[in-house]
């Protein structure tokens, strides 16, 4: 009796080791008709990004399901990043090139155009009193596109005790005395050790 016991608690204990542990394998994803991204052909602004991505997988009997076990490609990395399912599209550099996502035999792709930063500047009216005021920064892009507000991958700075508020993408900055400084930085939407120069506007406070 006590070797069927000792016999028994063996099995139970390899059984154990050989179904534990992390599993890392693909999930078994069978019956697909085609694997399709969401999003289309993509036109983006480079201060625009990042834009979330989606993809669906259909299958024969014709359900549907996010095709979140899938692969996102790139073709270019000076145009656009990807991590996970979010584009980025660099501040410093713009152009073409083409978004993809796979699955085992099944793909699909589409292109994408970053269109590329190239000066912007700050178009608040000119400020010469104490008081709360909003500060906006236009840019201008390599497809000819000017004064497009841009309000994703800036931070603003001020001298002088100046407070900068930004609130649902509104900038106010309140001023309590004296010329003010301020300084609109754009950054790489995901580098912000990448700059383009910075732009400041000096406000003459009587």
Not at 135 to 151: P, Q
């Amino acid at each position: 009796m006590k070797y069927i016991k000792d016999l028994f608690l063996i099995l139970v204990a390899v059984l154990s080791f050989g179904c534990g542990g992390e599993n890392t394998t693909k999930p078994i994803v069978t019956d697909i008709k085609s694997l399709t991204i969401d999003n289309g052909n993509i036109e983006i602004y480079s201060t625009d990004a990042p834009l979330n991505l989606s993809a669906t997988v259909t299958f024969l009997d014709e359900s549907t399901s996010e095709a979140n076990f899938a692969t996102w490609t790139n073709s270019d990395y000076e145009v656009m990043n990807i991590n996970a399912n979010t584009l980025w599209g660099g501040v410093s550099n713009g152009g073409e090139a083409t978004l993809g996502i796979e699955f085992e035999q099944f793909s699909d792709s589409v292109e994408v155009k970053v269109h590329k930063l190239t000066s912007f500047f700050i178009s608040s009216e000119d400020i010469t009193t104490t008081g709360d005021f909003i500060l906006e920064a236009k840019g201008n892009f390599a497809n000819g596109e000017s004064n497009r507000t841009i309000v994703k991958n800036i931070v603003w700075t001020a001298d002088n005790d100046a407070k900068i508020i930004v609130e649902d993408d509104i900038v106010t900055i309140s001023i309590e005395s004296g010329d003010t400084n301020v300084t609109a930085t754009v950054f790489s939407d995901y580098n912000t050790s990448s700059p383009i120069a910075p732009v400041s506007k000096v406000y003459s406070v009587n």
